[in-house]
T-cell receptor, first 110, second 114 residues
Framework: GDSVTQMEGPVTLSEEAFLTINCTYT??????LFWYVQYPGEGLQLLLK?????DKGSNKGFEATYRKETTSFHLEKGSVQVSDSAVYFC?????????FGTGTRLQVFP | DAGVTQSPTHLIKTRGQQVTLRCSPI?????VSWYQQVLGQGPQFIFQ???????GRGNFPDRFSARQFPNYSSELNVNALLLGDSALYLC?????????????FGNGTRLTVT
């Protein structure tokens, strides 16, 4: 069945460092791909999405490109801030539902 | 505008009891989905409702049931609670039931079963 694999965390970075969180997927068909972020004690917030191959989603300095040839949707940010500390989930759209990865915790220190 | 609201925020139950969780979608959203998030894991799909009809069901036992009301709010019921049902239960709403219609999540109900 469809699935999402994310790199394990935690990812620990200093402020202003470059961020990459890897995400690969397995799917039949052509799903939409998403990144969600979860801050402590809160639900999930949509960070960005891409609906077809080669689309680039971007928001708040974060970017991810839908790569069909490598079945990947890696999340990147050029300069992280302490306020970016959270858990990040990669997800794909299956029939009637989202399928999530296990999440990657990001910790950014001043 | 109000986001997705869930109640209660926290709940403690004992094994064998029954629980009802409630969700109010964003105004104008007709689709509601429920997800279970066990600590340290990604959310797992439980149900989707659109226009008061069940559109999808995840791999959960029949102890889990849900419904959607005419005002598009929803309830999730879990009977005969097990310790393993302890989790954060997330409700999400969207305008459409299509797979690229973004989901908007509430802050969840934290259920602890003792």
């Amino acid at each position: 069945g469809d699935s999402v694999t994310q790199m394990e965390g935690p990812v620990t970075l200093s402020e202003e460092a470059f961020l990459t969180i890897n995400c690969t997927y397995t799917a039949t068909g052509y799903p939409s791909l998403f990144w969600y972020v979860q801050y402590p004690g809160e639900g999930l917030q949509l960070l960005l999405k891409a609906t077809k191959a080669d689309d680039k989603g971007s928001n708040k300095g974060f970017e991810a490109t839908y790569r069909k040839e490598t079945t990947s949707f890696h999340l990147e940010k050029g300069s992280v801030q302490v306020s970016d500390s959270a858990v990040y989930f990669c997800a794909l759209s299956g029939s009637d539902k989202l399928i999530f990865g296990t999440g990657t915790r990001l910790q950014v220190f001043p | 505008d109000a986001g997705v609201t869930q109640s209660p925020t926290h709940l403690i139950k004992t094994r064998g009891q029954q629980v009802t969780l409630r969700c109010s979608p964003i105004s104008g959203h007709k689709s509601v989905s429920w997800y279970q998030q066990v600590l340290g894991q990604g959310p797992q799909f439980i149900f989707q409702y659109y226009e008061k009809e069940e559109r999808g069901r995840g791999n959960f036992p029949d102890r889990f049931s849900a419904r959607q009301f005419p005002n598009y709010s929803s309830e999730l019921n879990v009977n005969a609670l097990l310790l393993g049902d302890s989790a954060l239960y997330l409700c999400a709403s969207s305008f459409l039931d299509r797979d690229n219609s973004p989901l908007h999540f509430g802050n969840g109900t934290r259920l602890t079963v003792t």
